[in-house]
């Protein structure tokens, strides 16, 4: 994953279906997209920690 951008999130409940074999993304799309923008977030965030120069938002699209 690292390096590639994310173009599509997989949502799992680890509890109950530790193989990860259903993908709930479809059923809670707004939890989907809430994590998805936090993971997005702290994706940057580590990139830019280490960048001394802004690193550009168009390369996470």
């Known amino acids: 994953m690292r390096g590639?951008?994310?173009r599509?999130?997989?949502l799992y409940d680890l509890a109950a279906?530790?193989?990860e074999?259903?993908?709930l993304s479809a059923?809670?799309?707004d939890?989907?997209?809430r994590l998805a923008e936090r993971l997005l977030e702290l994706?940057?965030?580590a990139v830019a920690s280490i960048?001394?120069?802004p690193v550009d938002d168009e390369l996470w699209k």
Do not use: G, N, V
Request: proline share 4%; glycine share 0%; net charge negative.
């Open 21 to 23: 074999t259903i993908d």
């Open 8 to 10: 599509r999130f997989e």
């Open 27 to 29: 059923d809670d799309e």
């Open 31 to 33: 939890l989907t997209s």
């Open 17 to 19: 279906d530790r193989r």
């Open 43 to 45: 994706r940057w965030q």
């Open 4 to 6: 590639l951008p994310i």
């Open 51 to 53: 960048h001394e120069e």
